[in-house]
């Protein structure tokens, strides 16, 4: 036994030697996870403890799984978890092909100059603010001034209270998501098309292969491993979803289908000053992520020999 | 009927132009190659019949049938690229299916295809394998299987084998050249190797700078080139060529050897080439290497050629001397004697005034007196 470990270590010591260039480019990397991510997991007690700032972390008791049985019994968090896999769910099925179909759209143009400036267009929305979006998207669907409201008047119909009616909360948040992220998500695609051997293509082509085919047949099993990966990516972020934008965007009216953990965490936490009942949420939230992500990969390389690590 | 022609057919690239008005007509099953160097137009030519490549001037007959605007699958022709093309994901069935699978043939037309094809090729046992668990020659082969499986009017092949080592190049090179007797396809093969034009070829088309230098069958341009060029590309080692200036001595034509002050060297020119040359004309005399030898042997009307041997490269049974005649470097392709070392010390070099080649030094144009 300490002779492998010796053997181990020894291993360790002529790696880091050989490659040291490499360790010390990764180490600002590694300090910053180590600081900025694996320090603050040490505040993760939290949730085990019936925590009180004025104690601090290590005076405040011991309560075991206490803040997750509590957790497990509010209807509130129950409907924000719901919520969650609902919006990441609908987002997985609705939003995560656009980003393909766009890319794919873009690699059949043949003008150079209507390419760029299609992309250019789609890519834009990526760096706007989303506090910019959300006031865009609450302009355009202001039931008085809004351009989609007044298109539904002037056809005769009532105006829609997009924002205050539960039902609608999320296809707004999914559908200006859509059009915020789906361009620049494109990227990751046009990259792996663009890794895609045109012999490939010339050679459909002399075979008789038509544009439809060559998509169908070609390009996209030629990417699936990248797809499989931002698949795998997204999996694991299905219980994650940014609370900014759902701040901005819902209100105590449309709770039902728009109050997600990270807004549940947010309005505890902060607003409520309940701690550990929101890290305990925020575990119970990271663990599924973990456990999404990780059957995500085992399945995928069984499937596909294409994973994450 | 020629399977395919091109009439004075021209490749531009805006105001660039790449292939100048080449003609050519391939016979029904005829097995030709262009070769020549890296950027010479060859391969645009082919993927101009392909269909791969537009062209800019001239038109390109497939079957009797314009095909100009014609896009590639219509074409009737399969391609072999040079760094075979399989789709990574497919099997080796799939690969060999896939030109039937997308012009939507039936189930059983395709196996049947795929099967004869795998037979033909040696590829049975590989049918269920992805090209990544291939090797290259087997690579190759399902490159191959792909096109037969279309039983198309042409094949184009672009420089397929040289991907592959000088081994599995010769083994190929055999495979296609059966092939292509086995199945009588009519073939254009696209390479810069000039053994595989030998070898491959039923006619070579020799081509640089965008211009067809010269066509016709091997033996053909090896033994009269049209031009220096021709010369110098076909052959290995290829062709020496010494610059020489014309001089008149008895009624024959001799080639003073250019750089003769310190060691002084002239060829008679044959007979025929006397009423050819003009005195004082610039020329280049090439000799090839393997018709220079350092023993006389039974040619009668040999010449001694003062030398100087710098390096000897013995290849087994024969051996290469790199040497100066001159100064200007001369390699020749001898037997090895049994002492290897005896070589250095050569200081003549023999050769038949018969094979001497004669060029024009300012056009590079063969000077063909003979009948």
């Known amino acids: ?309 | 009927m020629s399977a395919v022609e091109l009439n004075d057919v021209v490749k531009r690239y805006g105001a660039l132009e790449v292939v100048h008005s080449i003609d050519l007509s391939v016979v029904q099953g005829e097995f030709v190659v262009l070769v020549g160097p890296s950027g010479c137009g060859k391969s645009t030519t082919l993927r101009m019949v392909a269909g791969l490549e537009d062209i800019s001037g001239g038109t390109i007959s497939i079957g009797g049938r314009v095909v100009n605007r014609m896009a590639p699958k219509d074409r009737d022709v399969a391609m072999v690229f040079q760094n075979y093309a399989l789709y990574p994901h497919l099997n080796v069935a799939e690969n060999i299916a896939f030109g039937l699978r997308v012009r939507g043939e039936k189930n059983a037309v395709v196996e049947a295809a795929v099967s004869e094809a795998a037979t033909i090729l040696d590829l049975t046992p590989y049918l269920k394998r992805k090209p990544a668990d291939l090797s290259g020659g087997q690579r190759q082969r399902v490159a191959m299987g792909r096109a037969i499986v279309r039983k198309p009017r042409v094949f184009l092949f672009d420089e397929p084998l040289s991907n592959l080592d000088a081994k599995l190049r010769t083994q190929m090179r055999a495979e296609i050249r059966r092939l292509h007797n086995r199945m009588g396809v009519t073939s254009i093969y696209v390479t810069h190797d000039q053994v595989e034009a030998m070898t491959l070829a039923d006619r070579i088309v020799v081509m640089n700078s965008g211009r067809v230098e010269q066509v016709g069958s091997p033996m053909e341009l090896f033994l009269n080139p049209a031009n220096a060029f021709v010369a110098s590309f076909l052959g290995s080692p290829p062709m020496n060529l010494l610059k020489a200036t014309v001089t008149a001595a008895n009624g024959a034509a001799v080639a003073r050897i250019d750089g003769t002050d310190d060691n002084p060297a002239q060829l008679t020119l044959p007979a025929w080439s006397a009423a050819a040359l003009d005195a004082g004309q610039r020329i280049l005399v090439g000799l090839r290497p393997e018709h220079l030898e350092i023993e006389t042997g039974t040619v009668a009307d040999v010449q001694n050629i003062p030398t100087t041997v710098d390096l000897v490269e013995p290849l087994g049974s024969e051996a290469l001397l790199h040497c100066r005649i001159a100064g200007q470097p001369v390699v020749a392709k001898v037997d090895t004697p049994s002492d290897v070392q005896k070589l250095a010390e050569v200081r003549q070099l023999l050769m038949p005034t018969d094979r001497l080649h004669i060029f024009d030094l300012e056009t590079g144009r063969a000077v063909n007196g003979r009948s």
């Not at chain 1, 992220?181 to 695609?189: D, M």
Request: aromatic share 14%.
């Open chain 1, 1 to 309: 036994m300490t002779s492998r470990m010796t053997h181990y270590l020894k291993g360790i010591g002529e790696d880091l030697r050989r490659d040291w260039q490499l360790y010390l480019l990764a180490l600002p990397m590694i300090v910053w996870f180590l600081l900025f991510l694996y320090k603050p997991m040490e505040g993760l007690q939290i949730a085990f403890k019936d925590f009180s700032p004025f104690r601090g972390i290590a005076g405040s008791p011991w309560v075991g799984l206490e803040n997750f049985r509590t957790l497990l019994e509010d209807q509130i968090f129950i409907r924000a978890f719901i919520n969650t896999i609902t919006i990441s769910g609908l987002g997985l099925i609705f939003a995560f092909p656009v980003p393909i179909i766009l890319a794919l759209m873009f690699n059949e143009l043949q003008n150079e100059f209507g390419r760029r400036f299609s992309q250019t267009i789609v890519y834009l929305p990526h760096f706007i603010s989303v506090v910019i979006v959300a006031g865009i998207v609450i302009n355009l669907l202001s039931p008085t001034t809004g351009v989609i409201n007044l298109i539904l008047s002037s056809l005769g119909f009532e105006p829609v209270y997009f924002l205050t009616q539960p039902e609608w909360f999320r296809s707004v948040f999914i559908g200006s998501n859509i059009w915020k992220e789906a361009g620049f998500e494109s990227i990751v695609y046009l990259a792996a098309i663009a890794g895609v051997s045109p012999t490939l293509y010339e050679s459909a082509r002399v075979d008789g292969a038509s544009r439809w085919q060559m998509i169908w047949r070609i390009t996209l099993p030629c990417i699936l491993p990248t797809i499989i990966i931002m698949l795998i990516i997204r999996i694991g972020n299905l219980v994650e979803v940014g609370f900014e934008y759902i701040i901005l965007l819902y209100q105590p009216a449309t709770y039902s289908t728009a109050d997600v953990v990270s807004t549940y965490v947010y309005r505890t936490g902060l607003q409520g000053t309940q701690y550990d009942l929101a890290t305990a949420a925020g575990l119970f939230n990271a663990v599924i992520a973990f456990a999404l992500v990780f059957t995500a990969n085992r399945i995928s390389r069984k499937v596909s020999s294409t994973s994450l690590w």
